[in-house]
């Protein structure tokens, strides 16, 4: 229904505007033609199918108004309204991440920030190739209805950019960083990269101040006088300096990491290549180029001495790591330790329980010191898993810690191969002997318990028969 709704829509504008005195206007919400009239009662029907198709489509309300009739019913002939003069409206429907044209000349009127405040994407009725930028995608029509999605959102100028003016630098930069290039150039291309240069032009410099009435930038660098804006002059420019202002400004802004920093070099170098007597942001064409190579120069030194602090960072990572691994492996070497001592005690108790062991002591104090062995088997196998348990469980949530506060700069997968895994690896040991030792600890203390009351365990073994339904 799109098609039909744009071909209609499209003919019956321009044979509306084609009368004399009639006058068009296209803004974000509204289309209307102005002082025109109905050529014939074909036409009238045609604004009535294009009524229906524009409710049916979700593209808006199309409303004819007679000057001397008021608004125009459907109902209404041809006769009626054949020598009035007439007005047609469509308020068009929008939503929160798409919108509309007819014509490029109402696209240009409306592109402003409050149209791209948020992620949005846009259909204009005319023959180009599309393109996008951070958040805004831009599309004949029937093209995409969905915006631009990004990892991660660029940073905001008014962070690194002091607008004293409060008009100048714009509140995101997203709409004007473009992402996809159109394959050929266009008009309406033209129209949006005329709007991107003159809010990337003020997403550079320092601080933006009125001296003396006029509005001057200043960059922070070792040239601090302010830099006068004016007209650059030339209808080329604003193509010719695109993508050199469009480079710079992906570099600064494109990710939030070091986004400072990077604002910072490039004020810099800016200052020293700024050309004497040239106003802002024409003098933008003969030095920014020449001072983005030297600012990302800068910049590799700056990410190099950052390195130097990294390195020992993960020196230090490294041998934590490695302790922490041999504590790993020490808890295992103790479990097993533990077992071999407990047993050893067991197997002392049994020796007692042998026939030359009433000359030893006698029954009742056997009896005890049996029981008593069974219950120090069991607690010493709790207590080594809890104490084991709470070590690993500390370890984890410091380890957490240092995540975000010591090393924020490795990224997620390479934390899970360097610290994680190795980790994981380390404890799979104690993890595979700990279910045998327990069951070695279990056995023996049951074992413990049948000896020292054999009557009781033969009875509860019994009573765990009778639950299960043996016989």
């Not at 004949?140 to 991660?152: I, K, L, Q």
């Not at 799979?428 to 054999?454: Q, S």
């Amino acid at each position: 229904m799109t098609i039909p709704f744009i071909e209609a829509l499209t003919r019956l504008a321009g044979e509306l505007s084609a009368h004399g005195g009639a006058a068009s206007s296209e803004n974000l919400t509204t289309w209307r033609v102005t002082d025109t009239r109905c050529a014939d009662a074909d036409m009238l029907v045609r604004l009535g199918s294009l009524s229906r198709l524009a409710a049916d489509g979700g593209f808006g309300t199309l409303k004819v108004y007679a000057k001397a009739y008021g608004p125009v019913d459907p109902a209404t002939t041809f006769d009626e309204i054949a020598n009035d003069v007439l007005q047609v409206v469509l308020t068009k429907e929008r939503n929160a991440d798409w919108c509309w044209f007819l014509t490029e000349k109402g696209f240009a009127v409306s592109l402003n920030d409050a149209l791209v405040a948020a992620p949005v994407a846009i259909w204009i009725a005319a023959s180009f190739e599309p393109f996008s930028s951070f958040t805004v995608a831009v599309s004949p029509w029937d093209g995409t209805r969905t915006p631009p999605t990004n990892a991660e959102a660029p940073e905001r100028p008014l962070k690194l950019v002091r607008d004293l003016t409060q008009k100048r630098t714009p509140s995101d930069i997203g709409p004007w960083l473009l992402r996809d290039a159109p394959s050929k150039g266009s008009s309406v291309f033209a129209t949006w990269r005329a709007a991107a240069v003159e809010r990337l032009a003020y997403a550079l410099p320092n601080e933006i101040r009125t001296v003396d009435g006029d509005d001057k930038v200043v960059l922070k660098g070792p040239r601090s006088t302010p830099i006068a804006i004016g007209l650059y002059g030339d209808p080329e420019w604003p193509a010719k300096v695109f993508d050199p202002l469009t480079e710079a400004a992906t570099w600064v802004y494109a990710s939030k990491r070091e986004a400072e920093a990077r604002f910072q070099f490039l004020n810099n170098h800016l200052s020293m290549d700024w050309r004497e007597g040239t106003q802002w942001p024409a003098g933008l064409l003969p030095a920014l180029a020449a001072s983005l190579t030297s600012a990302k120069e800068a910049y590799a030194f700056h990410l190099q001495d950052q390195s130097k602090d990294a390195l020992k960072s993960l020196g230090d990572l490294r041998k934590s790591l490695q302790d922490e691994v041999g504590r790993a492996q020490s808890a295992t070497r103790d479990l097993l330790s533990s077992l071999w001592r407990d047993l050893a005690l067991a197997g002392v108790v049994l020796a007692l329980k042998s026939p030359t062991a009433p000359q030893i002591a006698t029954a009742e104090v056997l009896r005890w010191v049996t029981l008593a062995t069974a219950v120090l088997l069991l607690v010493s196998l709790g207590i080594t898993i809890l104490s084991n348990w709470r070590f690993n469980s500390l370890a984890d949530q410091a380890r957490k810690e240092w995540r975000v506060k010591l090393y924020a700069f490795v990224s997620k997968a390479e934390w899970a191969r360097l610290v994680e895994r190795p980790i994981a690896k380390g404890r799979c040991v104690y993890w595979i002997a700990l279910p045998v030792v327990a069951t070695l600890y279990v056995a023996a203390a049951i074992y413990l318990f049948a000896v020292a009351e054999p009557d009781r365990f033969t009875a509860f073994v019994g009573y765990l028969g009778r639950l299960i339904g043996l016989p």
